[in-house]
């Protein structure tokens, strides 16, 4: 028992009790964030803003250049995604779930460029351009960047990418030392694939009531 425990948790013996238990509090909010994202309501917003906050401070104490840049984003997005999710189409309909349009698409596919090469170019400029953890941090913050992009705009195929993402984040954040986040992202990839079939239920059912 011991040897899990140690296996799981040895690396936060150097750690300060302040930072274990913001890390904690911000994979809490991040559950509730995603949680209340399957559940289609606005809630996702402000619960994930609570997290992203923590861990943007965190990871910037931790030199996580990219995990921060993520977070950041999560939350400039949060806001954006705050006022699409509220705002009525007519007179008694907010903005609906719906599928990604080929124009989204296409700004989809620039989003994931440009994030790689800023990344990169960040990457770079700090001097973090060291080893393969950098290629992986570069390719998931482009996914969660335009996965965090499609979901402010309530489309379908956000979870599809979270799921990717989610799944490639669980070794890495265990790689690098943060159980607890690891643990968030493998919950997290349930919750993705439980929450892409009830969006895609909710649009079925849409479009049989139309």
Not at 32 to 52: A, D, E, Y
Not at 126 to 139: E, H, P, R, S
Request: hydrophobic fraction near 55%; charge should be positive.
């Amino acid at each position: 028992m011991n040897l899990i425990f140690d296996f799981l948790f040895k690396q936060y013996s150097d750690y300060q009790t302040l930072d274990i238990l913001l890390e904690i509090i911000a994979v809490i909010f991040g559950f509730l964030s995603v949680w209340f994202s399957k559940q289609n309501k606005v809630l996702v917003f402000p619960t994930g803003m609570i997290s992203t906050v923590i861990f943007v401070y965190l990871l910037l104490k931790w030199e996580l250049l990219g995990d921060m840049m993520i977070n950041a984003y999560y939350f400039i997005m949060s806001v954006y995604g705050w006022y699409v999710w509220t705002r009525k189409i007519d007179d008694t309909q907010v903005t609906p779930i719906s599928v990604t349009t080929a124009k989204e698409k296409k700004i989809s596919v620039f989003i994931f460029l440009t994030t790689l090469l800023f990344v990169f170019f960040v990457y770079k400029t700090f001097n973090k351009w060291t080893g393969w953890v950098a290629y992986v941090d570069t390719l998931t913050t482009a996914i969660f960047f335009v996965g965090m992009w499609l979901m402010a705009r309530r489309k379908l195929e956000n979870w599809i990418l979270w799921i990717i993402g989610d799944i490639i984040s669980v070794p890495l954040y265990f790689y690098k030392g943060f159980t607890f986040t690891s643990f968030q992202y493998l919950v997290f990839t349930c919750i993705a694939i439980f929450g892409y079939l009830e969006w895609k239920k909710s649009i079925n059912k849409s479009l049989h009531i139309v």
